[in-house]
């Protein structure tokens, strides 16, 4: 398939893995952190941490949309699901996610809630045009590659005249997560991670484009380059970082070229901006409050904001105990590293959501047989 196969090639990515072992001095040690679960899979999936030398690391970080959803936004869902009357939609990975005392979306659909799987936002507003009687809401989360769809949605239940629809929306952003997640707060016997550069998000970025690294690069002094999500990708981005580490730069380049511009896609933009709006802070697993890192629906359409519509009780939301999930997304810590990793937790029964998530590092490691690899040292851990 073109533009699969040829980022696939073996040969290709031996003369990749030369270059790296050339170019990285022997005598540092690179963290790179790949901010989407997207890389993590291609990682393990192609064996990358293998072909590049022991001294370059990647550090999984928080861009799994499903795995930076905090507990307490989930047990909300759960509320807004058991409400008389509702029916909750969703994508499938949020319907599997332990909330507090375990309870998943799809233990209270168990319970009775009326919660159904779908595919798009599409899906979600046909389920309200074929139950006027009903309320549905879209439990809608994702970063920015998820927000237009969003966003149309809503102009089209206005356009319609919907007054079943609404969005419980939970939407959230990247380079205000990559600016925190470099001064992320530790918890007590953490140790930091010196993050070198970032491989950053691709299809997030083929919607508002690289210019809004720049701020971050600049100010952190941490070079970022936008990576694609195959090996070769992946490769060539750990290369342009090792260049830039080495010379001591630190600015935003585009690997991802075939896809990604620095303006991004204007017309998806102008219909969120219309939309919606920044919400002041947000709770993200892990990272905690991050200061304007969400979106949230505007006025002008509160008539379709499930927050507006309904009240849910506030909670006394917990992380399921032992899950090291917030360490994981921080990238403090590896999958191997949590004693519930392949034992209590496998994907047919997930005590977290990076074990859940088709883009949850636990799933990657599970999957690509990294259960095994307890010892995968937990390299460069000083900061
Ligand atoms: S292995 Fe399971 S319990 Fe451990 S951090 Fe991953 S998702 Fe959480």
């Not at 899979?41 to 959803?69: K, S, T």
């Amino acid at each position: 398939m073109k533009y699969i196969r040829e980022f696939r090639d073996g040969g290709l990515a031996r003369k990749l893995a030369a270059a790296i072992s050339r170019e990285a001095d022997p005598d540092r040690h690179y963290n790179l952190m790949e901010f989407c679960g997207g890389h993590t899979h291609a990682i393990f999936r192609y064996g990358v941490q293998d072909l590049v030398p022991a001294n370059v690391e990647y550090v999984h970080g928080p861009g799994c949309p499903v795995c930076v959803l905090p507990v307490r936004r989930l047990d909300d869902a759960v509320e807004l699901a058991l409400k008389e009357g509702v029916i909750l939609t969703t994508y499938g990975d949020m319907m599997r996610v332990p909330g507090t005392k375990q309870k998943s979306l799809i233990r209270a659909r168990a319970e009775g809630a009326d919660i159904r799987m779908v595919y798009s936002t599409q899906d979600a507003l046909n389920v309200a045009r074929d139950n006027p009687d009903r309320q549905v809401v879209f439990f809608a989360i994702g970063f920015e590659t998820t927000t237009p769809p969003t966003a149309v949605a809503i102009l089209q239940a206005q356009a319609e005249g919907l007054t079943n629809f609404t969005v419980f929306c939970n939407h959230v952003l990247t380079p205000p997560a990559i600016a925190h997640i470099v001064n992320a707060p530790f918890e007590p016997g953490e140790k930091p991670v010196r993050i070198d550069g970032f491989l950053g998000p691709s299809h997030v970025s083929s919607v508002i484009g690289w210019a809004p690294y720049e701020p971050a690069a600049r100010e952190f002094k941490k070079p970022v380059v936008i990576a694609g999500f195959e090996p070769l990708d992946v490769m060539q981005s750990t290369l342009m970082l090792i260049r830039q580490i080495n010379k001591g730069r630190h600015v935003v380049e585009n690997q991802y070229t075939r896809v990604v511009t620095r303006e991004g896609n204007r017309k998806a933009q102008s219909l969120v901006a219309q939309v919606l709006e920044l919400r002041r802070t947000f709770e993200w697993r892990g990272l905690g409050y991050v200061p304007d890192s969400a979106l949230r629906i505007r006025d002008t359409y509160a008539a379709f904001d499930a927050e507006k519509r309904f009240t849910v009780s506030p909670k006394d939301s917990r992380e399921v105990k032992s899950c090291e999930c917030p360490a994981i997304l921080r990238g403090v810590k590896k999958p191997t590293e949590c004693k519930l990793f392949g034992t209590v937790c496998t994907p047919d029964n997930p005590m977290g959501a990076c074990m859940v998530s088709s883009e949850g590092a636990c799933a990657a490691y599970w999957t690509y047989g990294r259960k095994r690899g307890a010892a995968i040292p937990a390299k460069g851990a000083a900061a």
